[in-house]
C-alpha cells in the first residue's frame, strides 16, 4: 500500500485508538471537518477521525511505544510508525479577562491556526435549514470555546501561537450571521486587529456576501485568501443534506468565485467539496473541472460522520472511491497547474484533512 492509498484509507475509516489522550486533543464537534486527532505519517501531518461512530469499527489502530512513538496496525498486522503532534504551548495562556486560549483558536495539523470567529448560525438548530453535516453548536454547547471571538483575542492569540508554536497562517471562519454581508464585515474587522498586530498570511471564510465589494475590502484589511464553501453540488443532494444552503444558488456561488478571484487571484480562492454525501463523482470532478477554469481550488475532502448529528451513522465515503476521485481531481490540477502549496493561507494550503494534495 502507497502512502496516497493509506491517508486515503485512514480518512475515510478512521483510527480505532483506545487511548485518545495521547499528543494534542484533537478536535471534537465544531464548525468544519471535525472528530480529528493530527497523526504524522513519513513527515506528512494529516486529520483523522478518531472520536466518531465509524472509527470504533475501523481496522486501524496505534499501538503506542514506550518512546512516546507509536505504532500504526491494521488488523493488528504492523505497518508504519507514527508520530502525534504535542499540545501547542500557546494552550496554557489565558486572556486577561480569563478566557482560555484554546477556546478562541485551535491548532490544526502541526502549524495552522484555526478559529472560528462567530460560534453560531442561523441556519444551525432547525431542521428545515441546518446543514445535516455540521456541529458547530455542539462545542458551544459543551463549553470548549465562546460564542463570539472579539478582534482583539483573535489577535493575542495569533501572536502567541507564533511566538511560542510557529503556527505559519491563520484560517478564520464563521456560523452564518443573520446580516446581508454573511459574516464578512466581522472578518475583516476581526483581520485589521490581526495584522495590525503580526504579518501572519490568513485566509477568511464565509458564505458569499451579498455585495461583491466586499472582497476588495477584506483583501485590504490583510485577509489573503478566501473559502467560500459549495461542500455539495448537486441539486437533488443540496435540498436533502443543506436545505437552508440550497436556497442559494450554484450560480451565485460562481459568480462570487469570479468576482473574489480577480481581487485575490488565480489560486488563491477555494472551496470545500464534501465527497461521500451522495453526489455522484461525475459530477464531482465536472464542478472541479469549472472552478479550476475559474481559478478557484476545488478542496475534495471526504465526509465525516460527526457524532451527534442527523448524519453521525451516515457511512463514510469507500476508500477507492476516494482514490479515483483525487486521482481525476489530481490530474486536472496538475493540467491547469494548480497547487495548494501556492495558496498563501488556508485550509487547502494545510491540506490535512484531505490526501489530494499527494495526487497533484
Not at 460560534?119 to 444551525?124: A, E, H, L, N, P
Not at 472511491?321 to 501556492?342: F, H, I, N, P, T
Amino acid at each position: 500500500m502507497n502512502k496516497q492509498q493509506l491517508i486515503t484509507e485512514l480518512q475515510s475509516q478512521g483510527l480505532k485508538l483506545l487511548k485518545k489522550e495521547v499528543g494534542a486533543a484533537g478536535r471534537r464537534g465544531g464548525a468544519g471537518p471535525s472528530d480529528h486527532k493530527a497523526i504524522t505519517i513519513d513527515g506528512t501531518t494529516i486529520m483523522v477521525p478518531i472520536f466518531n461512530n465509524a472509527a470504533t469499527e475501523s481496522p486501524y489502530t496505534a499501538e503506542i511505544l514506550p518512546t512516546g512513538e507509536a505504532l500504526l496496525k491494521y488488523a493488528e498486522e504492523p505497518l508504519t510508525p507514527i508520530h502525534f503532534p504535542q499540545p501547542p504551548k500557546f494552550y496554557s495562556l489565558t486572556t486577561l479577562d480569563g478566557v482560555p486560549y484554546w477556546k478562541i483558536a485551535l491548532l490544526h495539523s502541526q502549524d495552522v491556526l484555526a478559529t472560528t470567529i462567530l460560534q453560531t448560525c442561523i441556519r444551525y438548530g432547525d431542521t428545515q435549514t441546518s446543514c445535516q453535516f455540521c456541529a458547530i453548536g455542539q462545542s458551544l454547547a459543551s463549553d470548549r470555546t465562546i460564542a463570539r471571538k472579539t478582534p482583539n483575542q483573535v489577535a493575542e492569540v495569533s501572536a502567541a501561537a507564533v511566538r511560542l508554536d510557529d503556527v505559519k497562517h491563520l484560517v478564520m471562519t464563521t456560523g452564518t450571521p443573520n446580516v446581508s454581508d454573511r459574516g464578512a464585515a466581522y472578518l475583516t474587522e476581526c483581520a485589521l486587529a490581526v495584522k495590525a498586530r503580526i504579518d501572519l498570511p490568513i485566509q477568511a471564510q464565509c458564505e458569499p456576501p451579498d455585495r461583491f465589494d466586499w472582497f476588495e475590502r477584506m483583501k485590504n484589511a490583510g485577509i489573503d485568501s478566501l473559502g467560500m464553501h459549495l461542500e455539495v453540488v448537486e441539486p437533488e443532494v443540496r435540498e436533502r443534506i443543506m436545505p437552508g444552503k440550497a436556497t442559494v444558488p450554484i450560480a451565485y456561488y460562481l459568480d462570487a468565485f469570479e468576482a473574489a478571484v480577480k481581487v485575490f487571484g488565480r489560486g488563491q480562492v477555494s472551496t470545500y467539496l464534501l465527497a461521500g454525501l451522495g453526489d455522484r463523482q461525475a459530477a464531482l470532478v465536472e464542478m472541479s473541472e469549472r472552478l479550476i477554469q475559474i481559478g478557484v481550488y476545488p478542496f475534495i475532502v471526504p465526509f465525516v460522520p460527526i457524532t451527534g448529528t442527523p448524519l453521525a451513522h451516515h457511512p463514510a465515503p469507500d476508500s477507492q472511491w476516494m482514490y479515483a476521485l483525487y486521482e481525476q481531481v489530481g490530474k486536472l490540477l496538475r493540467q491547469a497547474e494548480m497547487s495548494s502549496k501556492d495558496m498563501n493561507a488556508g485550509c487547502a494550503k494545510c491540506g490535512a484533512c484531505s490526501a489530494l494534495s499527494t495526487f497533484e
